[in-house]
């Protein structure tokens, strides 16, 4: 047995006989709710925070990480946000705002015990607009962030998708698209039948979306619409809701802990940008997923996991400094 065994300190972790699972009371102005998290792994100087996508996804997509952090010796949490999944999902339109959530986040922090010491935020798609959100506001508490295939314009993602993404779509289908959200038929069935053959399986996750893995078809069926629609609007194929004018490309320059922004050569998002955004950081790495999209965790999964690993072990073997703060 190594003579250090401070691995096996468990003092504090008032999860260990619950499988890692905790219920975390937030405080919102509607009242008192509880979020799902779940620990996976121990480490004390990398602590991994999963902000998923949405507004109104699951965490159920990032399982793909269990086949990789935990042999990297990652800890990592999962977490259902306010109204997705696991987590109490309240009849109440008005908690459904970008500063809500990020107050939501620094609430679930506290209540783990994540620290500048050892706490990496890692958001994706609207994950990524949160993590970008939370560390204008808190950064003092990061160790290190990850923005994951999320722009930090929503204005120049919607010039992106009518400039460049739906060019490539047949004109025919981008019509009857562009007219079934005109009747407001986003709910029909032939409206995600389109979406699907010829949008999400190019820019999302390129794969038959007969044979996509089972933990994104259990996100996509779990998806909450009564927050995604009003917010990020009813697709994918840019948004409409109410972050349509979400933009902090200016407050980038603002963010000066490492940080991580990854994206991929098919995604939704234009990896141009994304590359742009790890320049505008004060410490920012660009990893660039070249078979990747959206789900870059899955079509371009060991290019994607390695450098993710890579930036946690590298920057979490680091001490914080303080000058950063």
Not at 100 to 108: A, G, L, T, Y
Not at 135 to 160: E, F, T, W
Not at 204 to 217: E, F, G, K, S
Not at 287 to 303: E, K
Request: net charge negative; hydrophobic share 35%.
């Amino acid at each position: 047995m190594p003579s250090d065994a401070s691995y096996l300190d468990f003092s504090g972790r008032d999860d260990a006989l619950s499988g890692g699972v905790r219920r975390i009371p937030v405080t919102t102005p509607s009242g008192t709710f509880t979020v799902w998290t779940k620990r996976v792994g121990n480490n004390p100087t990398i602590k991994l925070l999963l902000l998923h996508g949405g507004p109104g996804c699951t965490h159920e997509y990032f399982e793909a990480f269990d086949a990789y952090l935990p042999a990297a010796g990652v800890e990592y949490y999962y977490y259902d946000q306010l109204g997705s999944a696991y987590s109490d999902q309240p009849d109440e339109p008005g908690l459904w705002e970008v500063d809500r959530f990020v107050d939501e986040v620094e609430q679930v922090r506290t209540a783990l015990g994540l620290d500048s010491g050892n706490f990496f935020l890692l958001g994706q798609s609207w994950g990524g607009i949160l993590a970008i959100e939370y560390a204008l506001r808190y950064q003092q508490h990061l160790k290190g962030l990850i923005i994951s295939n999320m722009m930090a314009s929503i204005p120049a993602y919607n010039r992106y998708a009518e400039d460049v993404l739906m060019l490539t779509m047949d004109p025919r289908v981008l019509a009857e698209i562009k007219a079934l959200e005109a009747k407001g038929l986003t709910d029909d069935p032939r409206y995600d039948e389109l979406l699907m053959e010829h949008h999400y399986v190019h820019h999302v996750l390129r794969m038959p979306a007969t044979v996509w893995p089972d933990p994104v078809r259990r996100a996509f069926a779990h998806i909450n619409k009564s927050i995604y629609v009003p917010m990020q609007g009813p697709s994918e194929l840019g948004a409409s809701g109410k972050l349509s004018d979400w933009d902090r490309s200016e407050d980038l320059q603002r963010i000066v802990v490492p940080t991580l922004v990854i994206g991929a050569q098919h995604d939704t998002m234009d990896p141009a940008q994304l590359e742009q955004m790890a320049d505008t950081v004060a410490h920012g790495t660009y990893l660039h997923c070249p078979s990747g999209s959206h789900l870059s965790m899955y079509d371009d999964q060991v290019t994607y996991m390695r450098g993710l690993i890579e930036f946690l072990t590298s920057t979490g073997s680091t001490p914080p400094d303080d000058e950063l703060r």
